[in-house]
């Protein structure tokens, strides 16, 4: 994969910047803060508000998943490539629970970086380090290139 430099220095220039105006229209409703991006990595922050939790007032596993797999959509865009990459899986262990008002951090990196294919492992991390949630995923190039999308 190239990496668009770009690319790079445009997520760079968000870091601390809410994100709300991205492509994707549900990671835009996280609302998270972009903390800091490199071509294989990114770490996004996400604070644990009302409507993301389930009836017993904890993070839904649902929206535990959309915001590992939107930030591993993210790094996999900063990474860089022609073309479009889309998730073919997105494996989610659940280890801890998340409360109202909780910050919690979410880090993916690239594990390995194919012709076709990307491996990518992620986790949610609360201020204290103890993890919520950890993910692996694998993401195949589609034939839409990038350039053709917008």
Not at 11 to 16: A, H, K, N
Not at 59 to 88: C, K, P, Q, R, Y
Not at 104 to 129: F, Q, T, Y
């Amino acid at each position: 994969m190239e990496n668009s430099p770009s690319t790079l220095d445009y997520f760079r220039s968000q870091v601390g910047k809410t994100l709300d105006r991205t492509p994707s229209a549900a990671g835009n409703w996280l609302a998270g803060t972009l903390l800091g991006v490199e071509v294989h990595e990114i770490r996004v922050a996400y604070v644990v508000r009302p409507d993301m939790c389930n009836p017993g007032r904890i993070l839904h596993g649902g929206i535990a998943s959309l915001m590992l797999d939107d930030v591993i959509g993210m790094g996999n865009f900063v990474a860089g490539s022609e073309f479009l990459m889309t998730s073919i899986n997105l494996s989610v262990d659940f280890l801890s629970a998340a409360q109202i008002g909780e910050r919690l951090e979410v880090s993916a990196r690239l594990v390995r970086s194919g012709s076709n294919l990307n491996h990518w492992e992620a986790d949610i991390r609360k201020e204290s380090g103890k993890i919520v949630a950890k993910a692996s995923s694998n993401l195949i190039k589609t034939h839409v290139r990038i350039a053709d999308l917008g």
